[in-house]
């Protein structure tokens, strides 16, 4: 398969390249490195069994349309975005401008060079919006009624995703991700509570818990998740599917594992709570396992350890 990964330098698309280098397929890299890391990708880069080419661009730009039909990919995993929901809600025009106008330069690019299919990452914490607590976890049939931009940007590259496959005969998959985490994670920016946590404990440092730290989440390996990217490939088309544990875990509960991991008897710190954060957040995984055969395998602990052992590494700055 010739795979194109739109944001591979980031932290889930870097890890989704290694998986599919590994399994043997021709792979492009498109990512303007705004927050992406020419890193993440040193050791893929450097095999030279490897057929993978990296392309500095950002999705915004028209040549990525002439760009994909250069390079005819089968399959294009759509990462690349606008992440931080403050971001959206300070400028969204910005965020529109890289999640909805890029991604339909990437779906433009996908329809000129007869791409086969479109695997998207849509957000599972935003999409659906406030969800009721007996609705938890959130299945895919719950009304989408997104409370951010970046939560309504996702929703839109879905209906466009819809649209295309109507008129274009482009297939997708949509995978709604949950708290996904793991190595790579950037312990410095406003998203991502594994890897900052793990960045303040090995630093000695005290987490901050905004809140009470009740608030939950549903926290998702990125090998995990990335095993589902690779599975949609050829299968659930048309599909939106969640791709989470079906579980919560609330924010002091989260510190209180890594603390244990990390050997680290630091006190959190509490700072006030955060307007507009979601109380509860979790995603029903039923439907990926009957469309994908797909599972979380990876629990908590484990997973968090090995973002401890990642942030340990002596080549890695904390």
Known sequence: MRALVTGGAGFIGSTLVDRLLAEGHAVDVVDDLSS???????????DRSHALTFHQLDIRDPSLVDLMVRRRPE??????????V???????????????????????????????????????????????????????THPQVPLSPYGVSKKVVGDYLTAYRELHQLEYTALALANVFGPRQDPHGEAGVVAIFAGKLLAGEPCTIFGDGAQT??????DDVVDAFVRASDRGSGLLLNVG???????VELHRIMAEAAGVPVAPAFAPARSGELARSCLDPGRAAIHLGWKPWTTLPVGTAAVLDYFRSADTPV
């Not at 992406?36 to 450097?46: C, D, E, Q, V």
């Not at 399959?75 to 931080?84: E, K, T």
């Not at 999640?99 to 957000?123: C, D, H, P, T």
């Not at 989440?217 to 990125?222: C, G, H, L, P, S």
Request: net charge negative; charged share 20%; proline share 2%.
């Open 245 to 251: 544990t079906g579980q919560e875990t609330s924010v």
């Open 75 to 84: 399959v294009v995993f759509h990462l690349a975005a606008q992440i931080d």
């Open 86 to 140: 403050r971001v959206s809600v300070a400028n969204p025009v910005l965020d529109a401008q890289i999640n909805v106008i890029g991604s339909l330069n990437v779906l433009e690019g996908a329809r000129a060079s007869g791409v086969q299919k479109v695997v998207f990452a849509s957000s599972g914490g935003t999409i659906y919006g406030e969800v009721a607590d007996a609705d938890l976890p959130a299945k895919e």
């Open 36 to 46: 992406g890391k020419l890193a993440n990708l040193a050791a893929a880069r450097a």
């Open 217 to 222: 989440r549903d926290y998702v390996f990125v």
